[in-house]
T-cell receptor, first 116, second 113 residues
Framework: DTEVTQTPKHLVMGMTNKKSLKCEQH?????MYWYKQKAKKPPELMFV???????INESVPSRFSPECPNSSLLNLHLHALQPEDSALYLC???????????????FGPGTRLTVT | GENVEQHPSTLSVQEGDSAVIKCTYS??????FPWYKQELGKRPQLIID?????GEKKDQRIAVTLNKTAKHFSLHITETQPEDSAVYFC????????????FGKGTKLSVIP
């Protein structure tokens, strides 16, 4: 299985809502990532988990809260978002350095988020 | 940290012609250079990559070349087809000790039938 899956595909939420994005991979990868992508821009790294521990947080506002329940799952909890947070949220995974090329990242299909 | 510059930002070619996209990087220690293709509304998909110990890698109609001295690498697509139309991103490792990739700003390739 060489796929990263994400749910939901689309999400519309108000600024007072709480929602969660989910990501799953069964490739045995031990590094997982959250990216934010605006239209016509490259993916922008938000968080990196390595062996289920948060290793990089790119100064992301606290209204975004990541969680890695186990090595196959990654969640992104959303609370009190702003309209400017509307974007495509991509999850990716890669092998850890000990098992292969940690830079060879595979992306999920993304969640298209609209904040109203 | 790494700085990746990608050119051109848009590229239009006739079907059957070749397309070339170039990227430069700043960190001479970088040793892995992937290319991603992103069709409209889809995920970025890894299409080819190259490590710094080789100068060229081919996979059917796509190839990547690397010039370590000049710190640039290029994506070559031959015999372009309409389904090659997409945004292409190059990337390089952000720096030692992290798994981050620094992406170029992307090239929108349009293949005209």
């Amino acid at each position: 299985d060489t796929e990263v899956t994400q749910t939901p595909k689309h999400l519309v939420m108000g600024m007072t809502n709480k929602k969660s994005l989910k990501c799953e991979q069964h490739m045995g990868h031990r590094a997982m990532y959250w990216y934010k992508q605006k239209a016509k821009k490259p993916p922008e790294l938000m968080f990196v988990y390595s062996y289920e521990k948060l290793s990089i947080n790119e100064s992301v506002p606290s209204r975004f809260s990541p969680e890695c329940p186990n090595s196959s799952l990654l969640n992104l909890h959303l609370h009190a978002l702003q309209p400017e947070d509307s974007a495509l949220y991509l999850c990716a995974s890669s092998q850890d350095q000990g098992g292969g090329n940690p830079y060879e990242q595979y992306f999920g299909p993304g969640t298209r988020l609209t904040v109203t | 940290g790494e700085n990746v510059e990608q050119h051109p930002s848009t590229l239009s070619v006739q079907e059957g012609d070749s397309a070339v996209i170039k990227c430069t990087y700043s960190d001479s220690a970088s040793n892995y250079f992937p290319w991603y293709k992103q069709e409209l509304g889809k995920r970025p998909q890894l299409i080819i990559d190259i490590r710094s110990n080789v100068g060229e890698k081919k996979d059917q109609r796509i190839a990547v070349t690397l010039n370590k001295t000049a710190k640039h690498f290029s994506l070559h697509i031959t015999e372009t087809q309409p389904e090659d139309s997409a945004v292409y991103f190059c990337a390089a490792p952000t720096g030692a000790g992290s798994y981050q990739l620094t992406f170029g700003k992307g090239t929108k390739l349009s293949v005209i039938p």
